[in-house]
């Protein structure tokens, strides 16, 4: 009896989880996939809804066509400047002229925040 169950035992196959790597490591591509798949709508959504508007917000804050338009000699004043020193006194006394001249036409509000 003893030689007839051990017979049996050394033809079943192995078990489940006992199988060969290379089914191990098909079955962890599936699940790899699986999980790609589950979560890349989550992804596309955060990309839309959540990164495009914060990059375009942050874009829109850093350039005012107003300021330009209004503050013409200003404007031109600092396109040398080289943004690391102070800019040149010609670049505050154009911006003195363009205060002046955007009070007299009154358009001096569309400059200014508020």
Same mark, same amino acid.
């Not at 591509?29 to 839309?48: D, E, G, K, N």
């Not at 400047?81 to 569309?110: C, E, F, H, K, M």
């Given at each position: ?28 591509? !599936? ?11 989550? /992804? =596309? ?5 959540? =990164? =495009? ?7 829109? !804050?850093?350039?005012?066509?107003? =300021?330009? /338009? !209004? ?16 800019? !040149? ?26």
């Amino acid at each position: 009896m003893q030689l007839r169950l051990t017979a049996v035992l050394l033809r079943m196959p192995p078990p489940a989880h006992a199988r060969t790597s290379g089914a191990c490591a098909c079955a962890g591509a !599936s699940r790899h996939a699986r999980r790609t798949r589950l979560i890349a709508p989550l /992804a =596309v959504f955060m990309l839309v809804f959540f =990164v =495009v508007p914060i990059v375009m917000l942050l874009g829109r !804050s850093a350039w005012d066509p107003v =300021v330009a /338009a !209004s503050l013409p000699a200003t404007t031109q004043a600092l396109r040398g400047w080289n943004g690391t020193a102070l800019p !040149s006194d010609a670049a505050y006394a154009a911006l003195a002229r363009d205060i002046v001249q955007a009070d007299d036409a009154g358009t001096l509000g569309q400059v200014t925040p508020g």
